[in-house]
T-cell receptor
């Protein structure tokens, strides 16, 4: 039971570098999400995709872009990394009805030097 | 502003003891309230989901309560085990959409 798979698990970047975080789910969920988790704060939504072909901004979208490649995959791109983007990034997916849990991956720990 | 607060920030208990974690929210309109468990280095895992009409929901040794009038929820853990050491996150779903408001979590440590 893979659930939600995120790659890579760890990454160190220099300021100004770019990279893409990958996320894939095998539960046939329509909705997918990208969050960041910082110490002492709740998870904050970066972007979400309610269905294949659609994406919407969340609470903290600046500096990020996303692509919903197909129903399974939802990627997050940092075009020019900044130290403020050092965080743990979580991808999640959820089924169609409101009364279903979000399923999370195990996160990507990203450090920007 | 939609907000979820949790207390205490951290808690240490001995194995076998019970504990209760608190969640207060100011989220409108309210759809449902969720509790998640997050082990160190892992993603959150769902424990319970409650709508406004549900007062109590259990999942094994975990029992969540909801008072929609006072906008408070609690998570009670019975007969704690070492494996209960984790962060517990309260999440409120607003407006039946994709708006999930996360609390900062309570860090629970269970000692032998």
């Amino acid at each position: 039971n893979a659930g939600v798979t995120q790659t890579p698990k760890f990454q160190v970047l220099k300021t100004g570098q770019s990279m893409t975080l990958q996320c894939a789910q095998d539960m046939n969920h329509n909705s997918m999400y990208w969050y960041r988790q910082d110490p002492g704060m709740g998870l904050r939504l970066i972007y979400y995709s309610a269905s294949e072909g659609t994406t919407d901004k969340g609470e903290v979208p600046n500096g990020y872009n996303v692509s919903r490649l197909n129903k399974r995959e939802f990627s997050l791109r940092l075009e020019s990394a900044a130290p403020s983007q050092t965080s743990v990034y979580f991808c999640a997916s959820k089924g169609a009805t409101d009364y279903q849990p979000q399923h999370f991956g195990d996160g990507t720990r990203l450090s920007i030097l | 502003k939609n907000q979820v607060e949790q207390s205490p920030q951290s808690l240490i208990i001995l194995e076998g003891k019970n504990c209760t974690l608190q969640c207060n929210y100011t989220v409108s309109p309210f759809s449902n309230l969720r509790w998640y468990k997050q082990d160190t280095g892992r993603g959150p895992v769902s424990l319970t989901i409650m709508t406004f009409s549900e007062n109590t929901k259990s999942n094994g040794r975990y029992t969540a309560t909801l008072d929609a009038d006072t906008k408070q929820s609690s998570l009670h853990i019975t007969a704690s085990q070492l494996s209960d050491s984790a962060s517990y996150i309260c999440v409120v779903s607003a407006d039946y959409g994709q708006n999930f408001v996360f609390g900062p979590g309570t860090r629970l440590s269970v000692l032998p």
